[in-house]
């Protein structure tokens, strides 16, 4: 009586704790697959907005003088352009649309949260202009954000006939994986 007491109780136990095990097992595994493929999605999405962010920023925008059709205090007149930096000649970039993107890019008002359809991009951008005795900065900069997740991409140009870099980030602060 005593080892068929012994044999039930242990069979019962197993059959709990094999049952427990495989079902731990495969939330883990179907939680880590989903996590994987969310954030290998979410960082690739984001590397594919810096890349259309930096070609648009170097390129004319549309219509190439997109800068003299807007008006930078009213966003409705933003409808039907896409920015691009560019004068069309290289990597030469135009005074004019650098100073009137700047006025529609001020990330303390909703001014900013407009622009981004304008540039391609979803996430947020930062973008800064830097050369010779000077500094520009387009966008609400990741780090005063708690980004979560930055791609950055670096570009030589020119404005006004002097040599400059153009730092390019496309960033979040929101998580890729399950929440």
């Known amino acids: 009586m005593r080892a068929q007491f012994w044999s039930v109780d242990v069979i019962f136990a197993i059959t709990i704790f094999g049952t427990a095990l ?6 883990w595994t179907s939680i880590s697959n989903q996590y994987s493929l969310s ?8 590397q594919a907005q810096l890349q259309s962010l930096q070609n648009r920023i170097l390129g004319s925008g549309t219509p190439s003088n997109w800068n003299s059709a807007v ?9 039907n352009v896409s920015i691009g930096l560019g004068t069309g000649n290289g990597t030469a970039l135009s005074q004019g649309k ?3 993107f700047m006025a529609m890019s001020d990330y303390n008002s909703a001014d900013y949260q407009a622009t981004k359809p304008l540039l391609g991009v979803g996430y947020e951008y930062y973008i800064v202009i830097y050369g010779n005795n000077m500094t520009m900065s387009f966008g609400v900069p990741p780090f ?4 979560t997740a930055t791609q950055v991409a670096m570009q030589s140009a020119t404005l006004n006939g002097m040599p400059v870099r153009v730092q390019i980030m496309v960033w979040t602060n929101k998580t890729f994986g399950v929440s």
């Open 39 to 46: 954030y290998g999605m979410g960082s690739a999405n984001l």
């Open 22 to 27: 495989v079902l731990l097992t495969f939330v």
């Open 98 to 100: 650098v100073m009137t």
């Open 71 to 79: 008006d930078v205090s009213n966003p409705p007149t933003w409808a």
């Open 144 to 147: 005063m954000n708690k980004a």
